[in-house]
């Protein structure tokens, strides 16, 4: 609505407003009934003169039928200047039926010249006409005896009088509009106040409510009507801010007691907070981005990395503190947290302390993401030296415990060629001496021979030892001897040669290994354990060189190897039958999977999320110390950063899956 309105007109007061709205208002309506009322007069009087000028020309017509019958001019021309006394005529004519005039009175000269309006289709059929013009008014009416048309009465009038009068009577309409105009505007000046006054008082209290806030105040009422009611109800609403506000008040004066007192126990709790964070052997830091120096790091610092905290402050990293060998993969691990955010990680590196000292720390770091797509890295850091060297040890003991337990099985493995082979040379240690004490008597025979004097005595001997060491068997068996021999000692040097695989000197840095070989020699060492009991099946898969740590990876798949044939056990005890332990490799674009499935009777759902627990054991005593599934998985995860899971199902065996992640750029194929 305030759009159609002039720009001035909202910006007037409201008592110009209302004056101009009452004027206006008054100015609209009165030139509404004025021009209705000049329509209404312009439209009458033009109405009466035609009825008028109509009657004229009638009577004239009437008046002049002798005139026609007799065809008398001149007393046509006299009826004719008779009723020119009318002054608003100008022409007055009588014509005949075939268009001729037979009489005609013009007011004056110049009129001769101006020609009858006259069409003839209208004066032959001798219908009345009358033509209504801007300046002129023609009538026309018939002339007639009984039925017979005599001619037509023909007058043009004048409307200049007419003009005149209506001029006139706009001119009076105007000077009234203006008068009532005015008036209004008069009567509006003074009306205005009783509607502006009240309005403008309730103005002038709000503004000062406005500017000093003082509620205090109140405006009085000065009508009864709507904007009295708007007074009380502006008062009302006075009352009730002046109560919001006391009771604002007093609710912010408790707040601010219970903020007082809050803040009190929050520097309390920080304090205490600080005291405990600083107190321990861990070390709270924040960085700004994952390359930056630290912008907090605890005092413990100096304690863990031989630096001030004031030191390490605004002038060094976390990177100045990575031992130089895993700069690269901590680098790595931060900035993918720092532009992926989500979950935080725990990372496990060395650091190298202001004297030098290499030291194994462990940080748990979280990211939280700022404007600007950067992140915010917290972390925690422990020394965790002395974990990592109780974890070595333990895998040690684990793995001279798997050694221990596999030493009988691989003696016996390597006895039975060694025996074959002992018996297999002591079978040929025989048959060379015979074959010797036979030769001998054939080179007597064939000196004899080459002598001249052949000695049959000798060639009796000699038939006599071919019978004796039985030389067709000996010729059938010695080969075979040989053959076994050989045999027992191939399978002697792959036991070797499993032993030394398997037992992969530790190394403290991964290097690229051959996992289908891992597997095989991991067999033959462990053959003794499940031999009696299942069988084996390997689906090996073509896969590359892995980096990893060869020999924390043969103990993982030593463990479970094993653990595969004693669940085995306990289900083929007391029975003929044995079971199955499969073994699969593959692979996809990143990570190598191994797949070692039994057929025992299955993990129990009550111990499921119990078996990778440390020292958690089911077998008997003597057979496991609860170490083996906790290991694999603290080598797997922790320091390869990939998963062992297992699928089970009672009654129908358990599959163990190892995944290791793939390096980039891993594409060597292993045999």
Known sequence: MTSVLPRWFLRLPLARKLTVLAAATTAVSMALACAVLAWYDSTTVKNHLIEDTGTLVDSLAAGNTATFSFDDSREATETLRVAALNTEIQIAALIKPDGNVLARYDRGPALH?????????VVSAGSPRTVLMADRLIVMRPVKLDADLLGMAYVDLSLDDM?????????????ALLAAVGLAMFIGSRLQKVVSRPLLHLTEVTRAVAKDRDYDVRAEQLAADEIGELTRSFNEMLEHIQQRDAKLELHRQELEQTVNVRTSELQASVERFKLLVESTNAVPWEMPSPTSSFSYISPQAARLFGHESQTLTGAMGLFDL??????????????????????????????????????????????KSRPGGTAVLRGITVDVTA????????????????????AAGVAHEINTPVQFVSDSVHFLQGGMNDLGTLIGEYRKLHASVLSGVPDQEAAVHATRIVEEIDL??????????????????????????????????????MSAANINQAIQSTLTIARNEYKYVADVETEFGHLPLVRCLLGDINQVILNLIVNAAHAIEDTVKGTDHKG????????????????????????????????FDPFFTT????KGTGQGLAIAR????EKHHGSLTFQSEIGKGTTFTIELPLEDGSTKKAA
Do not use: W
């Not at 005149?164 to 706009?170: E, G, I, Q």
């Not at 070797?496 to 530790?506: C, G, I, L, N, T």
């Not at 603290?634 to 995860?637: D, E, K, L, M």
């Open 163 to 175: 003009h005149r009068r209506l001029s006139s009577f706009r001119r009076a309409l105007a000077g």
């Open 322 to 367: 990575v031992h130089p060998d895993d700069c690269d993969r901590v680098r790595n691990k931060l900035v993918a947290l720092s532009a992926e955010g989500g979950q935080g990680i725990d990372l496990d590196h060395r650091a190298v302390t202001a004297q030098g000292t290499v030291i194994d720390v462990r940080s748990a770091i979280s990211a």
């Open 387 to 406: 974990q990592k060297k109780l974890e070595l040890e333990l895998r040690q003991a684990q793995k001279l415990e798997s050694v221990g337990r596999l």
């Open 619 to 622: 077998k008997g005593v003597g």
């Open 580 to 611: 199955l332990i499969k073994i699969r490799t593959r692979r996809d674009e990143r990570a190598v999977y191994i797949d070692i499935s039994d057929t025992g009777g299955g993990i129990p759902e009550s111990i499921r999320d119990r078996i």
């Open 634 to 637: 603290s080598v797997v995860v």
């Open 472 to 509: 067709e068997y000996l010729l059938e068996n010695m080969p075979n001897a040989f053959e076994r021999s050989l045999e027992g000692l191939k399978r002697v040097a792959v036991i070797v040669r499993s032993m030394k695989e398997f037992a992969h000197p530790d190394q403290k840095e």
């Open 113 to 121: 010249s101006t020609p009858l309006m006259l069409d003839q289709r």
